[in-house]
């Protein structure tokens, strides 16, 4: 006879392949269907807001993996708040400002000076909205859950209305000027550029030593002796108008060959080297104060060079008197500022010399060190040149080298609220603690904030001129011109004239013919990214400001972070979040960056062609974000590995609850064995760590508590003899159904507290758990903690038995390897122990030889009278042997008593009374 009929095997539709590439886009169709984030929104109405606050991605390329990274780390918080009492929306932005798009376009043949600014800026906004829809598809691709219909975009008309706000606000309070200083500035974009728009890069420039000689040594130094000077940038030179030393300083004069050179004391040694001096003597000793306005004359032009005192003059790198050239430092200009100095600046926007570099005009900068070089040595003023490869700052757009050139910006007044900044910083929770000290350090150090760029694409800064050139920015126009551009976007500022932007009948004294022009520089990106706060947080009836978490990868302290606390303190006088969470880089296998060249690039939509974006997101819980990450194919196997398993776990639980209805068939707690109790006190236990990870955002430990959770507690242990009960016994045996309501109640635990990261996955499941309500297990609440009776003893008493367990199965290995047994349910086993092993044994009422799947145990002695084939451990000695009697054809258990019932000759007398109740019950 067949007995395969009685058995309860698991029976279940949950397919065991996920086939994530094809099943993710159905269920996220589902998702579009059911408007899941409306859903969601509706089920959470009412509660406490949590808001995390997307920082925009720029608008532009393919998502990479530093976006995946991000945007799945939103999720899962965002996700999981709104399961833990809380309302959180999620509102996804993009930034659409700045150079990249308008370089985009010039790639793809768009001859910008062949038509009108507004007619180019028309283009860039149409090439911004087609990127804003290819990355949209891309992260919802993701599963990220969020108002994709309703996105906020910095070139949306009422975006740039409260930026205008913000900006008229700042001036209000005085935080903005107008000035002449040097500023990062980038020929290649033509552009000056934010602090936050630099990034260092090796750089092999000139090195050269040069002597002023002395034209005035006011009673210090003699008029034979040259003042030395070190330079990288000869090309900066024609802009020299004095030398700083540093009050405090020692300075020498030596005599070298018959001429005399100036350098700092410190550093004496150092130069001798460099310029190959001989046999440099001392002759003369004072100190930098002494210095103090003599004049030498510059080594090209016909003027003199002033000797100033400043604070910046170091010793650790040159001759401790630095070339000061006002128009190309920032030190260079503030020490200059002090003295009465000049602002010459001989570079144009390009970067190319203008006349006041006489003899070197039309020359690009860097072109000019080289003839700049051949006349210092012509006049006899070079005294030494070599090459050096340092580290130098580079437009992180064009890549290319940028410089310090003195210009007419835009500035907001940092000083004015550093104080406020740097308190904001302090209120503010950083994860990693190290972020609030990064910031307050760059808060604290930060000079002006240059916010204006020459550029077409970004938001007018709204500005009005008067016939005397008085800058305008009064209430009455920042109003007028935010409301023009909440009506008609900003490109009315370049379609109309200025008269046409001002209000009706304005009038200015400074203007006595009713005549004004317009401002036609932008605004910095980061302004516009950084007024999200109230573009965004205070604009939308769904948000609020501060919002309790901005969440993006560590270069934003310089960038978003900072711009963000910038204007928000300048305008609120706080911080515009409560937290900041920032994680690292993604880099490759082996942790290098990745580079198209290299070809060690992975990308997001190829992995989940290839494995589905579940993988992706659990690849992100797995790692420690908060740090650069490495992600390879190998690492994505592996990550694989685990969710195979943890998706056969809810396969397993899924099918052996087929025929349970928890409102009939759930024991109750007090009702069940002591190792199902002992279950659920391990699930409570889990539910307590992942919802503390959670909190804590540390999800490698949810990662690594759900893989452990799966792999040890459930699949070898519990579930390992759970089936000889599951399978085997009748349908409503008592053991049967205490077994299934400890997994059902893991299915619904597990299923929730894994959906902040297996989007797709749990609610697949969710579909195939019986008796539930909600169309998703995005509608529900994670699993409660819960302090279950006599948890901590039967935690301790467990534990101990599953330590036992596994030095049972080592020796039934050991066995089977030596072909003593074959599968376990073969074998007998004989257990020697010490006292607290005996005492445990004896006070476990379940079927041992089911907890140990053998089919015979004895308990034999004490541990030392152990013979010398048993295995040893520290507190058992195992003997393993073939067990005796007959295998029942339906359990495979191995016992003298089959065949005892006469109806069923092959079957053990429990297989035989389950299988006679299956046919009376058939009859």
């Given at each position: 006879m067949?007995?395969?009929?009685?058995?309860?095997?698991?029976k279940?539709e949950f397919?065991?392949?996920?086939?994530?590439?094809?099943?993710?886009p159905?269920?996220?169709?589902?998702?579009?269907v059911?408007?899941?984030?409306?859903k969601?929104q509706?089920?959470?109405?009412?509660?406490?807001?949590?808001?995390l606050?997307d920082?925009?991605?720029?608008?532009?390329?393919?998502i990479h993996?530093?976006h995946?990274?991000?945007?799945?780390?939103?999720?899962?918080?965002?996700?999981?708040?709104?399961?833990?009492?809380?309302?959180a929306?999620?509102?996804?932005g993009?930034?659409?400002?700045?150079?990249?798009?308008e370089?985009?376009?010039?790639?793809?043949?768009?001859?910008?000076?062949?038509?009108?600014?507004?007619?180019?800026?028309?283009?860039c906004?149409?090439?911004?909205?087609?990127?804003?829809?290819?990355q949209?598809?891309?992260?919802?691709?993701?599963?990220?859950?969020?108002?994709w219909?309703n996105?906020?975009?910095?070139?949306?008309?009422?975006?740039?209305a409260q930026?205008?706000?913000?900006?008229?606000?700042?001036?209000?309070k005085?935080?903005?000027?107008?000035?002449?200083?040097?500023?990062?500035?980038s020929?290649s974009?033509?552009?000056?550029?934010?602090?936050a728009?630099?990034?260092?890069?090796?750089?092999?420039s000139?090195?050269?030593?040069?002597?002023?000689?002395?034209?005035?040594g006011?009673?210090?130094l003699?008029?034979?002796?040259?003042i030395?000077?070190?330079?990288?940038?000869?090309?900066?030179?024609?802009?020299?108008l004095?030398?700083?030393?540093?009050?405090?300083?020692?300075?020498?004069?030596?005599?070298?060959?018959d001429?005399?050179?100036?350098?700092?004391?410190?550093?004496l040694?150092?130069?001798?080297?460099e310029?190959?001096?001989?046999?440099?003597q001392?002759?003369k000793?004072?100190?930098?104060?002494?210095?103090?306005?003599?004049?030498?004359?510059?080594?090209?032009?016909?003027?003199d060079s002033?000797v100033?005192l400043?604070?910046?003059?170091?010793?650790?790198?040159?001759t401790?008197?630095?070339?000061?050239?006002?128009?190309h430092?920032?030190?260079?200009?503030?020490?200059?500022?002090k003295?009465?100095l000049?602002?010459l600046?001989?570079?144009?926007d390009?970067?190319?010399?203008?006349?006041?570099?006489v003899?070197?005009?039309?020359?690009?900068?860097?072109?000019?060190?080289?003839?700049?070089?051949?006349?210092l040595?012509?006049a006899?003023?070079?005294?030494?040149?070599t090459f050096?490869?340092?580290?130098?700052?580079?437009?992180?757009?064009?890549?290319?080298?940028?410089?310090?050139?003195?210009?007419?910006?835009?500035?907001a007044?940092?000083k004015?609220f550093?104080?406020?900044?740097?308190?904001?910083?302090k209120?503010?929770?950083?994860v990693?603690?190290?972020?609030?000290?990064?910031?307050?350090?760059?808060?604290?150090?930060r000079?002006?904030?240059?916010?204006?760029?020459?550029?077409a694409?970004?938001?007018?800064?709204?500005?009005?001129?008067?016939?005397?050139?008085?800058?305008?920015?009064?209430?009455?126009?920042?109003?007028?011109?935010?409301?023009?551009?909440?009506e008609?976007?900003?490109?009315?500022?370049?379609?109309?004239?200025?008269k046409?932007?001002?209000?009706?009948?304005?009038?200015?004294?400074?203007?006595?013919?009713?005549k004004?022009t317009?401002?036609?520089?932008?605004?910095?990106?980061?302004?516009?990214?950084?007024?999200s706060?109230q573009?965004?947080?205070?604009?939308?009836?769904?948000?609020?400001?501060?919002?309790?978490?901005?969440?993006?990868?560590?270069?934003?302290?310089?960038?978003?972070?900072?711009?963000?606390?910038?204007?928000?303190?300048?305008?609120?006088?706080?911080?515009?979040?409560?937290?900041?969470?920032?994680?690292?880089?993604?880099?490759?296998?082996?942790?290098?960056?990745?580079?198209?060249?290299?070809?060690?690039?992975v990308?997001?939509?190829?992995?989940?062609?290839?494995?589905?974006?579940?993988?992706?997101?659990?690849?992100v819980?797995?790692?420690?974000?908060?740090?650069?990450?490495?992600v390879s194919?190998?690492?994505?196997?592996?990550v694989?590995e685990v969710?195979?398993?943890?998706?056969?776990?809810f396969?397993f639980?899924?099918?052996?609850?087929?025929?349970?209805d928890?409102?009939?068939n759930?024991?109750?707690?007090?009702?069940?064995r002591?190792?199902?109790?002992?279950?659920?006190?391990?699930?409570?236990?889990?539910?307590?760590?992942?919802?503390?990870?959670?909190?804590?955002y540390?999800?490698?430990?949810?990662?690594?508590?759900?893989?452990?959770?799966?792999?040890?507690?459930?699949?070898?242990?519990?579930?390992?003899?759970?089936?000889d009960?599951?399978?085997?016994e009748?349908?409503d045996?008592k053991d049967?159904?205490?077994?299934?309501?400890?997994?059902?109640?893991?299915l619904?635990?597990?299923?929730?507290?894994?959906a902040?990261?297996?989007?797709?996955?749990?609610d697949?499941v969710w579909?195939?758990?019986?008796?539930?309500?909600e169309?998703?297990?995005?509608?529900?609440?994670?699993p409660?903690?819960?302090?279950?009776p006599?948890?901590?003893?039967?935690?301790?008493?467990?534990?101990?038995?599953?330590?036992?367990?596994?030095?049972?199965?080592?020796?039934?290995?050991?066995?089977?390897?030596?072909?003593?047994?074959?599968k376990?349910?073969?074998?007998?086993?004989?257990?020697?122990?010490?006292d607290?092993?005996?005492e445990?044994?004896?006070s476990?009422?379940?079927?041992?030889?089911?907890?140990?799947?053998?089919?015979?145990?004895e308990?034999?002695?004490?541990?030392?009278?152990?013979?010398?084939?048993?295995?040893k451990?520290e507190?058992?000695?195992?003997?393993?042997?073939?067990a005796e009697?007959?295998?029942?054809?339906?359990?495979?258990?191995?016992?003298?008593?089959?065949?005892?019932?006469?109806?069923?000759v092959?079957?053990?007398p429990?297989?035989?009374?389950?299988?006679?109740?299956?046919?009376?019950?058939?009859?």
């Open positions: 067949d007995y395969k009929d009685t058995l309860l095997m698991p279940t397919p065991m392949r996920g086939n994530l590439p094809k099943r993710e159905e269920i996220q169709a589902k998702w579009e059911m408007d899941i984030y409306k969601v509706d089920h959470t109405k009412g509660r406490p807001m949590f808001v606050h920082g925009p991605p720029y608008a532009n390329g393919d993996m530093g995946a990274l991000n945007k799945i780390l939103k999720d899962i918080i965002v996700r999981h708040k709104s399961m833990t009492g809380y309302n929306p999620y509102v996804p993009w930034d659409t400002h700045g150079l990249p798009i370089q985009a376009l010039t790639n793809k043949g768009v001859k910008r000076k062949e038509m009108t600014i507004a007619e180019f800026r028309k283009l906004e149409e090439y911004a909205y087609g990127q804003i829809d290819s949209r598809t891309q992260f919802k691709r993701l599963g990220v859950r969020g108002d219909e996105p906020y975009i910095t070139l949306k008309p009422e975006y740039e930026q205008i706000k913000v900006f008229g606000d700042m001036a209000k005085g935080y903005i000027y107008k000035g002449k200083k040097p500023v990062y500035w020929p974009s033509e552009s000056a550029l934010a602090e728009e630099i990034e260092y890069k090796d750089k092999r000139p090195s050269i030593y040069v002597g002023f000689k002395v034209a005035d006011k009673n210090a003699d008029a034979d002796t040259q030395v000077i070190w330079t990288t940038t000869p090309w900066t030179i024609p802009a020299n004095g030398i700083s030393v540093h009050p405090e300083l020692n300075y020498v004069v030596v005599e070298e060959k001429s005399k050179y100036l350098v700092a004391e410190d550093l040694s150092a130069v001798t080297k310029v190959e001096w001989e046999n440099p001392v002759v000793t004072v100190k930098g104060a002494e210095l103090e306005h003599i004049l030498a004359k510059h080594p090209l032009y016909e003027r002033l100033m400043g604070e910046h003059v170091t010793t650790d790198a040159g401790g008197c630095v070339h000061t050239a006002p128009g430092g920032e030190d260079d200009f503030y020490v200059g500022q003295y009465g000049d602002v600046c001989p570079v144009d390009r970067g190319v010399m203008t006349k006041e570099a003899g070197f005009e039309g020359l690009f900068y860097d072109e000019a060190n080289k003839p700049i070089t051949e006349k040595e012509a006899g003023a070079l005294l030494k040149l050096i490869t340092h580290s130098y700052p580079h437009d992180w757009r064009t890549k290319k080298p940028v410089i310090f050139r003195a210009t007419a910006q835009w500035f007044s940092i004015d550093r104080n406020d900044l740097m308190d904001a910083v209120e503010t929770k950083w990693p603690a190290w972020g609030e000290t990064r910031l307050f350090n760059m808060v604290r150090d000079g002006d904030w240059c916010i204006s760029r020459q550029r694409w970004g938001v007018p800064i709204p500005v009005f001129y008067a016939e005397n050139g008085d800058a305008i920015i009064t209430d009455e126009t920042i109003d007028h011109v935010s409301n023009l551009f909440r008609h976007g900003s490109n009315i500022w370049f379609e109309r004239e200025a046409d932007l001002l209000p009706e009948g304005f009038t200015h004294a400074g203007s006595p013919n009713g004004f317009k401002e036609t520089d932008i605004m910095d990106v980061w302004f516009d990214s950084g007024s706060h573009a965004v947080l205070l604009e939308r009836d769904d948000l609020q400001r501060p919002a309790d978490l901005y969440l993006e990868g560590s270069d934003q302290y310089r960038g978003w972070f900072n711009s963000s606390l910038s204007t928000a303190v300048a305008v609120t006088g706080k911080a515009p979040y409560k937290g900041v969470l920032s994680h690292g880089f993604a880099l490759d296998g082996e942790g290098r960056k990745m580079s198209k060249s290299i070809g060690n690039v990308v997001p939509a190829k992995v989940m062609n290839q494995l589905g974006a579940d993988i992706l997101r659990l690849w819980a797995s790692v420690d974000y908060q740090a650069d990450v490495r194919d190998p690492i994505l196997k592996q694989a969710y195979r398993k943890i998706r056969n776990t396969r639980l899924l099918g052996n609850l087929d025929d349970f928890p409102a009939v759930k024991v109750a707690y007090e009702n069940l002591e190792v199902d109790q002992f279950m659920l006190v391990k699930l409570n236990k889990l539910i307590k760590t992942v919802r503390d990870a959670y909190e804590n540390e999800f490698a430990g949810i990662y690594h508590a759900i893989n452990n959770f799966c792999t040890l507690d459930l699949s070898a242990f519990y579930l390992d003899f759970a089936k009960i599951l399978y085997i009748g349908t045996h049967r159904r205490a077994i299934q309501t400890v997994l059902y109640e893991s619904l635990a597990l299923t929730k507290l894994v902040p990261i297996l989007s797709h996955t749990a697949e579909g195939f758990i019986p008796s539930v309500k169309e998703s297990v995005q509608l529900t609440d994670m409660e903690y819960e302090e279950l006599k948890a901590k003893a039967l935690e301790e008493k467990w534990t101990s038995f599953m330590k036992l367990r596994n030095d049972v199965l080592k020796a039934l290995e050991e066995a089977r390897n030596e072909k003593v047994i074959g376990s349910l073969t074998a007998k086993i004989t257990l020697y122990v010490n607290q092993v005996k445990l044994l004896e476990i009422d379940e079927n041992l030889e089911q907890l140990f799947i053998v089919s015979a145990f308990l034999a002695g004490k541990l030392e009278d152990a013979p010398e084939n048993a295995v451990f507190n058992t000695a195992i003997v393993v042997t073939k009697g007959e295998t029942c054809e339906r359990c495979w258990i191995v016992t003298p008593e089959v065949g005892k019932v006469e109806e069923f092959t079957l053990c429990r297989c035989a009374e389950v299988v006679q109740n299956h046919y009376s019950h058939l009859v």
